[in-house]
T-cell receptor, first 113, second 111 residues
Framework: GENVEQHPSTLSVQEGDSAVIKCTYSDSASNYFPWYKQELGKRPQLIIDIRSNVGEKKDQRIAVTLNKTAKHFSLHITETQPEDSAVYFCGSAGHTGGFKTIFGAGTRLFVKA | DGGITQSPKYLFRKEGQNVTLSCEQNLNHDAMYWYRQDPGQGLRLIYYSQIVNDFQKGDIAEGYSVSREKKESFPLTVTSAQKNPTAFYLC??????????FGQGTRLTVV
């Protein structure tokens, strides 16, 4: 079945540094890739997404890149701040699986002040 | 709160009991989902439904059951066959192949 692998599981950076989280998906039919941020005890919330017809998308300090050939996509956070500390999940969705989203195992990001 | 509501927020289950978790949305979304979250294991799909009166198993459906009698509602029953039900359960809904909106979650504990 479809699978999404996410690395690293934990990431610690100094405030102001960049953070990169990488994901790999298995279903070549996947065409929608969301990234969610989950703060402790709260629901996941979408921070950025990208579709398969686009290679890169940016929203202020957050960017996502997609390499369809390699089936890789990555989240880039620049100028990290303590409030960026949370668990981040990547997801993959596509026509093969209907509208279901398969998520990676998550990355716990710590931003040290 | 995003138009999708889960209840209760906390739920305690005795051994051998069935319990039902509620999920209601007023977003007019066709698709609804149930995920289970355990520490270090991300969000695992239990069941999903793309249309009323139809649903499919996800990756970890054993010990769970669902129904989709109304577009707005997708309740999840955790049966006694689920041997390790203690977890955080998240319901989500979405329109077509777009962003999924999550409920605030139900934390289920076996006592």
């Amino acid at each position: 079945g479809e699978n999404v692998e996410q690395h690293p599981s934990t990431l610690s950076v100094q405030e102001g540094d960049s953070a990169v989280i990488k994901c790999t998906y298995s279903d070549s039919a996947s065409n929608y890739f969301p990234w969610y941020k989950q703060e402790l005890g709260k629901r996941p919330q979408l921070i950025i997404d990208i579709r398969s017809n686009v290679g890169e998308k940016k929203d202020q300090r957050i960017a996502v890149t997609l390499n369809k050939t390699a089936k890789h996509f990555s989240l880039h956070i620049t100028e990290t701040q303590p409030e960026d500390s949370a668990v981040y999940f990547c997801g993959s969705a596509g026509h093969t699986g209907g509208f279901k989203t398969i998520f990676g195992a998550g990355t716990r990001l710590f931003v040290k002040a | 709160d995003g138009g999708i509501t889960q209840s209760p927020k906390y739920l305690f289950r005795k051994e051998g009991q069935n319990v039902t978790l509620s999920c209601e949305q007023n977003l007019n979304h066709d698709a609804m989902y149930w995920y289970r979250q355990d520490p270090g294991q991300g969000l695992r799909l239990i069941y999903y439904s793309q249309i009323v009166n139809d649903f499919q198993k996800g990756d970890i459906a054993e010990g769970y059951s669902v129904s989709r009698e109304k577009k707005e509602s997708f309740p999840l029953t955790v049966t006694s066959a689920q041997k390790n039900p203690t977890a955080f359960y998240l319901c989500a809904s979405r329109y077509s192949n777009t962003e999924a909106f999550f409920g605030q979650g139900t934390r289920l504990t076996v006592v």
